[in-house]
């Protein structure tokens, strides 16, 4: 079974550009998550989908951040404009069943290093 | 609001055992999960405790004391494998929230 798939895997950016990440999800897994590591810390969600729903953005900054999961499968993150504090690790998971109640394991992808400088 | 406390880093000799302590204050509390993740790579799921007691899966171990907010993952028989961040992560209602992480070095 194939994995969590991201792309890119590095990206350098000057502040004020825009950015998009992409992920493709475990097939049949209905959840999706984004989440932004920055270094020596642990992941903080940025969004949670269920199918094409958006279930959690509380943490999105959405005046530069936007997510969309087009017919519930893969998934894109923007970021526009950059801002030096958004050089981070962004980490797309999956899980299989609905979010909410009984433990649900996450599928990390490897990850896309962001750099702005 | 809610937090989740666990040290920054641990040492080890391989062979030995280490016990990495997790204290959490939060709502809605469901379980407590336990990822692995080495440098540069993804974090891999490692356990869950929803109930209070030890779950055993080989030479990892995890405990849940729900009544004092508290978790503790050990590992036996060190690997130098095993030198990677462990993180701790409260199922909240429909989401996890993550640990700051502890940083294990296992030594020869």
């Known amino acids: 079974e194939a994995g969590v798939a991201q792309s890119p895997r590095y990206k350098i950016i000057e502040k004020r550009q825009s950015v998009a990440f992409w992920c493709n999800p475990i097939?049949?897994?209905?959840?999706l998550y984004w989440y932004q590591q920055i270094l020596g810390q642990g992941p903080k969600l940025l969004i949670q989908?269920?199918?094409?729903?958006?279930?959690?953005d509380s943490q999105l900054p959405k005046d530069r951040f936007s997510a969309e999961r087009l017919k519930g499968v893969d998934s894109t993150l923007k970021i526009q404009p950059a801002k030096l504090e958004d050089s981070a690790v962004y980490l797309c998971a999956s899980s299989l069943g609905l979010a909410g109640g009984n433990q649900e394991t996450q599928y990390f992808g490897p990850g896309t290093r962001l750099l702005v400088l | 609001g809610q937090s989740l406390e666990q040290p920054s880093e641990v040492t080890a000799v391989e062979g030995a055992i280490v016990q990495i302590n997790c204290t959490y204050q939060?709502?809605?509390?469901?379980?407590l999960s336990w990822y692995q993740q080495h440098d540069g790579g993804a974090p891999t799921f490692l356990s869950y405790?929803?109930?209070?007691g030890l779950e055993e899966t080989g030479r990892f171990s995890s405990f849940l004391s729900r009544s004092d907010s508290y978790g503790y993952l050990l590992l036996q028989e060190l690997q130098m494998k095993d030198s990677a961040s462990y993180f701790c992560?409260?199922?909240?209602?429909?989401?996890?929230?993550f640990g700051s992480g502890t940083r294990l070095l296992v030594r020869p």
């Open positions: 992560a409260v199922k909240s209602s429909y989401k996890l929230i």
């Open positions: 405790n929803a109930l209070d």
């Open positions: 939060t709502s809605g509390f469901y379980g």
């Open positions: 097939s049949g897994h209905a959840t």
């Open positions: 989908f269920q199918n094409n729903g958006v279930v959690d």
